[in-house]
């Protein structure tokens, strides 16, 4: 083990007052490195990360796999750009891709290099494909911070504060029960029947459905709060869609690439298939790349130089994500989200079931490796099945004692939740080291009032 380096701690501190203060930051240190689900920071204290950069490390912070295949990209080529020729990876990257598409009409690909810029292709895709100006996007929905992706996120008003926003975007509920009023405990066929009587009427009150271009819809709500879309959701949308002629978008961003247990979060509904769909994060295990995918005709409606972008499917990026997806060939990552996430979701349940710690829970939720706990505020939904006064802050004063036990954590969404989010090669000992610091840390907080 390196000593802690006073250099980087010298440098952290001249250095820190010159980054924007527009940035949030869990932890105000610099992570010096990583390997499989911990990090360690300058002070070399050691961190288990339930984090994973916010769902971005799937396969666990420098791979070996990933980190040989970056290094030998960097060796032949490192930039190529897309307009100008092919690198060896990014067709390699389609390759690897076209056979695990959740549906094989998925068939044509643009990588660029976030998740937003994916949303913004997909949103100029959809209207250039439909000739139609609106947009339907998801009440705590989520789709990034650029000017576009920001105008379809509804999860917090902070991600277009000060700013205007695309029009012709319309917000519909969804089957969570924060966005239709109803108690934590209402059950899922009632949520949708809900949420599906507000589409009906929002497209007899706001906007003409012919109008519409395209639904955007997580599969997984992500920074809005870790709710799944419930399958019947899904397959309404579809349905809905295909009466209507617009597109339906899933966008896989934060869901894809093993999070939620299957490789796409869709494919937990049979035969589900959407028009478009967007991925990220998990894509290239820490490197800069996003990708779109349609059908062919669909893409086809973008004239050659519509799209584009300086960086856009990086050799270097697309060499770590052909990486991933062999090391998902042959390793059984699949099969370790779904042990660990049962691991985490007992030790949650537990928690909302116990007397000690019930009357601080309003809910548990999420799917795989995407898990969240939102506790009980001053919000009459989340008092519901109450049984005395509610400690305040709960979720800050969690998190800062989960994060003093050397374990990453996150908050998420405008209602008061923390998410789970490990890397999904989180071995059952530190998965049960961090559920021993969950539980301690909701215990305390319980006791403290
Ligand atoms: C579902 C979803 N879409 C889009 C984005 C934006 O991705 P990026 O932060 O790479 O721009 C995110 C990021 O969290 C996301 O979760």
Redesign the pocket.
């Known amino acids: 083990m390196p000593a802690p380096n006073a250099n980087l701690s010298a440098l952290l501190e001249a250095n820190k007052k010159h980054v924007t203060p527009a940035l949030g930051r869990l932890h105000d240190h610099i992570i010096v490195r990583g390997e499989g689900a911990r990090v360690w920071d300058e002070q070399d204290k050691e961190y288990i990360d339930l984090t994973a950069g916010?769902?971005v490390t799937n396969l666990g912070h420098s791979h070996p796999a990933v980190t040989a295949a970056v290094i030998n990209q960097v060796q032949q080529v490192s930039h190529v750009q897309c307009s100008i020729a092919y690198s060896v990876p990014y067709l390699q990257l389609i390759e690897n891709l076209v056979p695990i598409m959740p549906d094989k009409s998925l068939d044509t690909f643009f990588f660029w290099n976030?998740?937003?810029?994916?949303?913004e292709f997909a949103l100029k895709l959809v209207k250039r494909a439909t000739q139609r100006p609106n947009i339907i996007c998801m009440q705590g929905?989520?789709?990034?911070?650029?000017f576009a992706?920001s105008s379809i996120t509804r999860s917090k008003t902070v991600y277009t504060l000060g700013s205007q926003t695309m029009g012709g975007v319309y917000a519909a509920p969804f089957p969570y029960w924060h966005s239709l009023g109803v108690s934590p405990d209402t059950p899922e066929e009632e949520l949708v029947a809900m949420a599906k009587i507000q589409l009906e009427l929002l497209v007899k009150q706001q906007v003409a459905p012919s109008d519409v271009a395209a639904i955007f819809c997580?599969p997984v709500i992500?920074?809005g709060g870790y709710v799944p879309a419930p399958a019947s959701w899904l397959r309404f949308l579809r349905e809905f869609c295909d009466k209507h002629g617009m597109l339906l978008v899933i966008?896989?961003?934060?869901?894809g690439f093993g999070r939620t247990g299957k490789m796409w979060a869709s494919e937990h509904v049979e035969n589900f298939a959407p028009d478009v769909m967007?991925f990220?994060?998990g894509l290239a295990n820490g490197f800069?790349l996003?990708g779109v995918v349609s059908r062919r005709e669909i893409m086809e409606k973008q004239e050659p130089g519509t799209i584009g972008g300086t960086y856009a499917g990086n050799a270097i990026a697309c060499a770590a994500a052909v990486a991933v997806t062999e090391v998902f060939k042959t390793q059984p990552i699949l099969e370790n989200v779904n042990a660990r996430s049962k691991q985490i979701f007992d030790t949650l349940h537990a928690l909302r079931a116990s007397p000690k710690t019930a009357n601080l829970i309003a809910d548990v939720r999420g799917k795989g490796l995407m898990v969240a706990m939102e506790f009980r505020t001053d919000d009459a939904l989340t008092q519901r099945g109450a049984t005395g006064p509610i400690p305040k802050d709960i979720g800050k004063r969690v998190q800062k004692k989960i994060i003093d036990q050397g374990i990453f954590v996150l908050t998420t969404s405008c209602f008061d939740t923390i998410r789970f989010i490990p890397p999904l090669v989180i071995t059952e000992e530190e998965m049960a080291a961090a559920c021993k610091a969950i539980t301690s840390a909701v215990e305390e907080v319980a006791r403290e009032g």
Do not use: F, L, M, N
Request: charged share 25%; hydrophobic share 25%; no cysteine.
């Open positions: 916010i769902g976030s998740g937003a810029e994916a949303i929905g989520y789709h990034g911070r650029t992706a997580e992500g920074e966008d896989e961003v934060q869901t967007t990220a994060k800069p996003s």
